[in-house]
């Protein structure tokens, strides 16, 4: 079954426990931290998340768009989160980073922007429990999907199938009713959506309609037969 992850980051940062009581029966809250180098734009940091983590059940998906995750993403962990997400554009040693973040006791996942391929880090997917491929330039919410990247999905989808892996392949950026389903079908099984969450009047019926769209239109997709 599809995962839909809100992103607070479309949420009212005064409010997050609400926020997050607003999308009860998400599979994950998406937390995206920013620190106005690795992207234009700052939201927040450790303590914020671990006050997060103390107000909800939901477990706690980070986003780290952030320089220095090798530094910084253990904290993370430390703080509460359920999985880790470095971007590899970032990361001096992603294979230490991964194993660090597991050892820990969280899923550790690897993100790439659009203009990053996936092939050369074939080798590196058994390392991982999830894959983050970017749909926008990562930065702000609210952004249009970028259907380009629906090939760089299915190639993904690709290499997972090939080494047999159980591997979750996340897509984040302009997720929404008119855009999910293709996503489904290439290949992706969580979603995060922002906009169309927290922007719809009923946010935990909009999770709901999200999920059910992935649903059925991974139903038929080729990588999704037989599971
Ligand atoms: C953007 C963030 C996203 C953002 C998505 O850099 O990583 O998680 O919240 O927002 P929407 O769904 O509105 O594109
Ligand atoms: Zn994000």
Same mark, same amino acid.
């Given at each position: 079954m599809a995962q839909i992850n809100p992103s607070?980051?479309?949420?009212?940062f005064a409010r997050l426990a609400d926020e997050a009581e607003a999308v009860r029966g998400s599979d994950w809250l998406h937390v995206d931290v920013m620190d106005?180098?690795? =992207?234009p734009n700052l939201t927040l940091g450790v303590p914020v998340v671990e006050s997060l983590a103390r107000a909800t059940d939901t477990p706690l998906d980070l986003h780290l768009m952030i320089e220095d995750p090798d530094r910084w993403a253990p904290q993370y962990v430390e703080a509460g989160a359920g999985s880790v997400t470095f971007h590899v554009e970032a990361a001096a040693a992603p294979v230490r980073l991964a194993r660090e973040i597991r050892a820990k006791g969280a899923r550790a996942s690897m993100a790439l922007k /659009?203009?990053? /391929?996936i092939e050369p880090y074939e080798d590196l997917l /058994?390392?991982?429990d999830m894959v983050l491929i970017m749909t =926008?330039? /990562?930065?702000?919410?609210g952004q249009a999907f970028l259907d380009i990247m629906l090939p760089k999905i299915r190639r993904t989808r690709e290499l997972i199938a090939k080494h047999d892996l159980e591997l979750w392949l996340q897509v984040d950026g302009g997720v929404a009713a008119s855009t999910i389903e293709r996503c489904a079908e290439a290949g992706a099984d969580v979603f995060v959506a922002g906009s169309a969450v927290y922007g719809a009047e009923d946010p935990a019926e909009a999770v709901r309609k999200l999920r059910d769209l992935a649903d059925k239109a991974a139903a038929d997709a080729w990588w999704a037969c037989g599971h």
């Open positions: 607070i980051l479309s949420a009212d106005n180098h690795f =992207v /659009p203009g990053t /391929p /058994p390392e991982l =926008v330039e /990562p930065g702000f919410g």
